[in-house]
C-alpha cells in the first residue's frame, strides 16, 4: 500500500485541509514480480535447449563427424532439442496470442460425442501403449454445442496427454460431460495416476510450473500446456479447475458457456 499526503491551501486561509490518497500498489508489484520470473524461465527454457544443440555440434566439429555412429545419434540429440524449441515457441505465440485477445474463436455446433470419442480415438495407440483403459460418458440430452473445434481439441489433447504421461500402466482414464446448471456444459478429464502433491495443487495453472521439471522435459513437455488450455476456456467463457491426490489421480475438469438464447445446447 503506498499513502500520499497532500495538503490543501486556499489564499489567506492557510491549510484548510488534507487530500491523502491510498493506492494498492500490492497488485501491481504481483504483476511485476510475475512478469519478470516469466522472462526468466522463458529464457531458461530457450537457453537450455541452445546449451545442448551448441556442444554438440561442437563435438561434431571436433572429429565426432568422421564416426558415422556417433555422428548420427548426435544429429539424433540435436533434432530433438531444436523440436523441443520449435514446441516451445509454438505455445509461447499460442499464449501470447490468447494474452492479447487477438485469438479468434471459429466456433460452430459440435457434437460433444463425437468430439470425445474422436480425442480417445487419436490417444489409442499411446493408451494401448501403457495398456491404459479409457471410456466416454455424455450425459443425456447434450448434443451439439458451439464451440471452436481445433482450440477445444488443444485442450482436450493436453488433458488428455497429460492424464497418459502421469498414468502408470494398466490404469484408467475417462472422460465425461454433463450439464453443469442451465447454460453450462462440463468436461472432465480424469486419471488413476501419480497424482499431484497438495503443495504444488495451487500453482499448477502457473507458466513453466512443472511437480517435477525433468520429467516433464524428458516426456516432451513444456510447462505451458494447462495455462494455454486454461486460456482457451476463458476464451469459451468458462473456467477450469483441477483436483487430484498424491498416488490416487487427477481430475481436471473445464467448462463451455452456451447460452440459452439460440443456442446449440439441447
Ligand atoms: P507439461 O508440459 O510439463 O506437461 P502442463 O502445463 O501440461 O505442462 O502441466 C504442468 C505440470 O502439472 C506437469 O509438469 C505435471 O507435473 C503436472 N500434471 C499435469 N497433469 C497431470 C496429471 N494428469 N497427473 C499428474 N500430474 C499432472
Same mark, same amino acid.
Given at each position: 500500500?503506498?499513502?500520499?499526503?497532500?495538503?490543501?491551501?486556499?489564499?489567506?486561509?492557510?491549510?484548510?485541509?488534507?487530500?491523502?490518497?491510498?493506492?494498492?500498489?500490492?497488485?501491481?508489484?504481483?504483476?511485476?514480480?510475475?512478469?519478470?520470473?516469466?522472462?526468466?524461465?522463458?529464457?531458461?527454457?530457450?537457453?537450455?535447449?541452445?546449451?545442448?544443440?551448441?556442444?554438440?555440434?561442437?563435438?561434431?566439429?571436433?572429429?565426432?563427424?568422421?564416426?558415422?555412429?556417433?555422428?548420427?545419434?548426435?544429429?539424433?540429440?540435436?533434432?530433438?532439442?531444436?523440436?523441443?524449441?520449435?514446441?516451445?515457441?509454438? *505455445?509461447?505465440?499460442?499464449? !501470447?496470442?490468447? +494474452?492479447?485477445?487477438?485469438? /479468434?474463436?471459429? %466456433?460452430?455446433?459440435?457434437? &460433444?460425442?463425437?468430439?470425445?470419442?474422436?480425442?480417445?480415438?487419436?490417444?489409442?495407440?499411446?493408451?494401448?501403449?501403457?495398456?491404459?483403459?479409457?471410456?466416454?460418458?455424455?450425459?443425456?440430452?447434450?448434443?451439439?454445442i458451439?464451440l471452436?473445434?481445433?482450440?477445444?481439441?488443444?485442450?482436450?489433447?493436453?488433458?488428455?496427454?497429460?492424464?497418459?504421461?502421469?498414468?502408470?500402466?494398466?490404469?484408467?482414464?475417462?472422460?465425461?460431460?454433463?450439464?453443469?446448471?442451465? *447454460?453450462r456444459i462440463?468436461? !472432465?478429464?480424469? +486419471?488413476?495416476?501419480?497424482? /499431484?502433491?497438495? %503443495?504444488?495443487?495451487?500453482? &499448477?495453472?502457473?507458466?513453466?510450473?512443472?511437480?517435477?521439471?525433468?520429467?516433464?522435459?524428458?516426456?516432451?513437455?513444456?510447462?505451458?500446456?494447462?495455462?494455454?488450455?486454461?486460456?482457451?476456456?476463458?476464451?469459451h467463457?468458462g473456467?477450469?479447475?483441477?483436483?487430484?491426490?498424491?498416488?490416487?489421480?487427477?481430475?481436471?475438469?473445464f467448462t463451455i458457456y452456451t447460452?440459452?438464447?439460440?443456442?446449440?445446447?439441447?
Open positions: 500500500m503506498r499513502v500520499m499526503f497532500s495538503t490543501i491551501h486556499r489564499r489567506g486561509e492557510g491549510v484548510t485541509g488534507t487530500i491523502v490518497v491510498l493506492q494498492d500498489v500490492t497488485e501491481q508489484e504481483k504483476l511485476e514480480q510475475s512478469r519478470r520470473e516469466f522472462v526468466a524461465n522463458v529464457s531458461h527454457e530457450l537457453r537450455t535447449p541452445l546449451t545442448t544443440i551448441k556442444s554438440y555440434v561442437e563435438a561434431l566439429d571436433d572429429g565426432a563427424l568422421e564416426e558415422p555412429q556417433l555422428a548420427n545419434r548426435f544429429v539424433g540429440v540435436i533434432r530433438n532439442e531444436t523440436e523441443r524449441m520449435i514446441r516451445l515457441v509454438t *505455445d509461447l505465440l499460442h499464449l !501470447s496470442r490468447l +494474452d492479447s485477445k487477438q485469438a /479468434i474463436l471459429r %466456433k460452430k455446433p459440435t457434437s &460433444i460425442e463425437e468430439m470425445l470419442e474422436e480425442v480417445k480415438d487419436r490417444f489409442s495407440f499411446q493408451m494401448k501403449q501403457k495398456r491404459i483403459k479409457s471410456n466416454v460418458r455424455i450425459e443425456k440430452g447434450i448434443h451439439t458451439q471452436d473445434r481445433d482450440q477445444i481439441d488443444q485442450v482436450l489433447d493436453n488433458l488428455v496427454s497429460n492424464a497418459i504421461k502421469y498414468t502408470q500402466e494398466g490404469d484408467l482414464i475417462e472422460l465425461e460431460a454433463y450439464k453443469d446448471g442451465p *447454460d462440463a468436461i !472432465s478429464v480424469k +486419471d488413476t495416476g501419480i497424482g /499431484i502433491p497438495k %503443495k504444488d495443487i495451487d500453482r &499448477i495453472f502457473d507458466r513453466f510450473y512443472r511437480v517435477d521439471k525433468a520429467r516433464s522435459r524428458s516426456m516432451g513437455g513444456t510447462g505451458l500446456g494447462l495455462s494455454i488450455a486454461r486460456e482457451i476456456v476463458k476464451a467463457g473456467t477450469m479447475q483441477l483436483e487430484s491426490e498424491l498416488n490416487v489421480g487427477t481430475k481436471v475438469t447460452p440459452q438464447e439460440g443456442s446449440e445446447a439441447q
